[in-house]
């Protein structure tokens, strides 16, 4: 059976054995939408057929860019012509298939408008060919914003730089220009390492999180939550609540309990009070995560999205950086198990997840937690930055933990290797109020018979 190429798709690989001992390696390839399928074959008369097979291998390639770069006649596009040909050539494609390049419709359309609105005039007139690593960083840190801020009563609007923007430039560069090497227009991309300038860092108030600003949080998150529900029916809330309590009582990193699933909860962990029958907890699973960019496919749940929290074989906090947490039972009851329990459209994997089943993405998370803040004391009326963020909470938790029991066990509730981490970072030792005269003068005293020991 003959399987239908899409434009640009390579088929399935055929490798073997000629009767005349030569290995061949062979794939159907459509360069085109206008052009039929055509053949590409490479060979090797080695004897040894890891050798042979990695010849053969090697010459497939080279005939495929050779195939291609001959193809690329068609397209319109040389090396000497404009950057701004190549994004066409590139958007024409991406609009009406982005998922042959791993993107969501309104992906492109980000990429589209980030194109027009800055890179365009930036680098659209230059020559493919002459385009290199330098000349994209140079563009990417030329990319502004105008900005307005009110400092000291003066409400100012000025260029700066914005490091999301040119993240977003990046991405679209990284497309066209590899979409210029598939299509064999350039050898090699010049979008390589990392050209994007970070943001210049501001100073940044924090505050420390106690119980009253605890219980503050918590009515702001239950409001912003309702909002969501009344104002915007079809949308489902990020549940900030139940994810900012598994914060601070699991003393977890976000990407942890974004990762959490349904199997790191261990129903026999259930850990009952015989004083008090309504206090119980149950065991939770933790491991540390790593984040994957570029519209991959979460294997667990096949939803592709922006970004994918996994789990580190080797991350930080031990050897394999598991741990196992007990929470409140009343934040199971009410938060989680609501989640997991009761009937769903389709098996659930992520304990916090979305309405299609996929993994709440970090940044999501980040947005509503700035929403739901807006406005209040937790953000900077000159910066507009938020005074309190989820990794504040797991610091409330070590502070907390560090003045009840001591710092060793804030050290192991957010598995460190090192106190001095924790110490350095996350809490402070507690400050015990000592009267250094009284202590030394009641020793004086002791060793000395006389009222007056001086």
């Keep these: ?22 290995y061949v390696m062979q794939v159907r390839i459509r360069l085109s939408e206008t052009a039929a399928p055509v053949k590409v074959r490479g060979t090797s008369s080695l004897k040894s057929d890891r050798a ?10 080279a005939a495929i860019v050779k195939k291609r770069r001959e193809h690329a006649l068609d397209t319109g596009v040389q ?21 042959d390049f791993g993107l969501r419709p309104s992906t492109v359309e980000d990429y589209e408008d980030a194109w027009r609105a800055y890179l365009d005039a930036e680098i659209g007139d230059l020559a493919i060919d002459e385009v290199n690593t330098q000349t994209l960083a140079r563009a990417l840190r030329g990319i502004s914003v105008r900005r307005r801020k009110l400092r000291g009563g003066v409400l100012s609007e000025k260029p700066e730089y914005h490091a999301g923007i040119a993240r977003t430039c990046y991405a ?15 050898d090699r991309s010049p979008v390589v390492g990392q050209i994007v300038p970070s943001m210049k860092a501001q100073p940044r108030a924090k505050l420390r999180v106690d119980a009253s600003m605890m219980h503050r949080l918590r009515e702001l998150f239950d409001a912003h939550e309702e909002r969501i529900r009344v ?17 601070l009582y699991a003393s977890a990193r976000i990407g942890e309990v974004l990762a959490l699933e349904t199997s790191d909860l261990d129903p026999d962990g259930l850990i009952q009070d015989d004083d008090d029958l309504d206090a ?24 592709r999205s922006g970004s994918v929290l996994y789990r580190q074989p080797l991350p930080k906090g031990g050897e394999d950086g598991s741990r196992i947490k007990t929470i409140p039972g009343w934040v199971y009851d009410r938060f989680i198990a609501p989640r997991i329990e009761g009937p769903h459209q389709r098996p659930a994997v992520y304990i916090f997840r979305t309405a299609s089943g996929a993994q709440i993405e970090k940044q999501n998370v980040n947005r509503a937690w700035q929403g739901a803040l807006r406005d209040t004391e937790f953000v900077d009326r000159d910066t507009g930055l938020v005074l309190v963020t989820p990794h504040d909470l797991r610091k409330a938790a070590a502070q907390v933990l560090a003045d009840a029991i001591g710092m060793e066990a804030a050290q192991a509730a957010l598995a460190h290797r090192s106190v001095r981490t924790t110490e350095g970072t996350y ?28």
């Design 1 to 22: 059976m003959v399987t239908r190429l899409d434009p640009g798709e390579e088929g399935e690989r055929s490798r073997g054995r000629q009767g005349d001992g030569r």
């Design 52 to 61: 042979a097979k990695k010849q053969a291998e090697e010459r497939l390639e």
């Design 79 to 99: 090396p000497y012509d404009p950057v701004r040909s190549l994004y066409d050539l590139w958007y024409e494609r991406a609009a009406s298939a982005p998922e």
């Design 172 to 186: 679209t560069l990284a497309q066209v220009f590899g979409y210029g090497v598939e299509m064999a227009v350039i």
């Design 231 to 247: 104002g915007y029916p079809h949308i489902t809330p990020i549940p900030l609540r139940a994810i900012s309590e598994v914060l």
């Design 280 to 303: 119980h907890g149950i065991e939770v699973f933790i491991r540390a995560t790593q984040k994957r960019d570029g519209g991959v496919r979460d294997p667990k749940t096949g939803k």
């Design 427 to 454: 809490a402070s030792r507690p400050v015990q109020r000592v009267d250094f005269a009284k202590e030394l003068d009641a020793v004086l005293r002791e060793r000395s018979d006389s009222s007056d020991v001086f």
